[in-house]
């Protein structure tokens, strides 16, 4: 069975940083891309981050270059870096799998709250 | 433009059909994926492709695409499919991936 776990998230200050985990299980994580997905508390879904398999990395351009998504495929484990954070930054991140050798999110974690507040 | 469009809300009786619509300049090159979120829950994946279901979706849950314009189509709804129903695709560069602003559907 997929399962794919976050963690990392939390109360943060504005200008803080914070790293996000997902820890994957039930599939050969190295062979899939991965993907960040937020969703602001009452919005709507916001593509965040991708990685492939071969560790190109992509970027939604409203971030600015202040988060940097990276994998460890000897874990199992997605990480995003935050950094910089501000107010709108705050959301649900989702870890989330592409179906194999596609662009479609095929299974997603259950989420880890991120909250950024003074 | 990388932008989809949805409507922000839809309704439909018990047991007919309705049509959810997401239109963007991108949808001429590649294929919309459609995903249902439920209260509290993660979103599910319900449409993939030209008209793909993953296992355990019903297939009452259909899609297709004309143009800029993808459609997610269920026929016969029930109770259960009361949701947020979001498009995604891929903007223009191929590499990044976006978001509709999602529809609110009313099963009544």
């Known amino acids: 069975e997929v399962q794919l776990v976050e963690s990392g998230g939390g109360l943060v200050k504005p200008g803080g940083s914070l790293r996000l985990s997902c820890v994957a299980s039930?599939?050969?994580?190295?062979?899939?891309?991965m993907n960040w997905v937020r969703q602001a508390p009452g919005k709507g879904l916001e593509w965040v981050s991708s990685?492939?398999?071969?560790?190109?990395?992509y970027y939604a351009d409203s971030l600015t270059g202040r988060f940097t998504i990276s994998r460890d495929n000897a874990k199992n484990s997605l990480f995003l870096q935050m950094n910089s954070l501000r107010a709108e930054d705050t959301a649900v991140y989702y870890c989330?799998?592409?179906?194999?050798?596609?662009?479609?999110?095929?299974?997603w974690g259950q989420g880890t709250l991120v909250t950024v507040s003074s | 433009s990388s932008e989809l469009t949805q409507d922000p809300a839809v309704s439909v009786a018990l047991g007919q059909t309705v049509r959810i619509t997401c239109q963007g300049d991108?949808?001429?090159?590649?294929?919309a994926s459609w995903y249902q979120q439920k209260p509290g829950q993660a979103p599910v994946l319900v449409i993939y492709?030209?008209?793909n279901r993953p296992s355990g979706i019903p297939d009452r849950f259909s899609g297709s695409s004309s143009g800029n314009t993808a459609s997610l189509t269920i026929t016969g709804a029930q109770a259960e499919d009361e949701a947020d129903y979001y498009c995604?695709?891929?903007?223009?560069?191929?590499?990044?991936?976006?978001f509709g602003g999602g529809t609110k559907l009313t099963v009544l």
């Open positions: 492709g030209k008209n």
């Open positions: 989330a799998r592409d179906l194999y050798g596609e662009y479609e999110f095929d299974y």
């Open positions: 991108s949808l001429r090159n590649y294929f």
């Open positions: 039930g599939f050969t994580f190295s062979t899939y891309s």
């Open positions: 995604n695709s891929r903007d223009s560069s191929g590499n990044h991936r976006v």
């Open positions: 990685i492939s398999s071969s560790n190109y990395m």
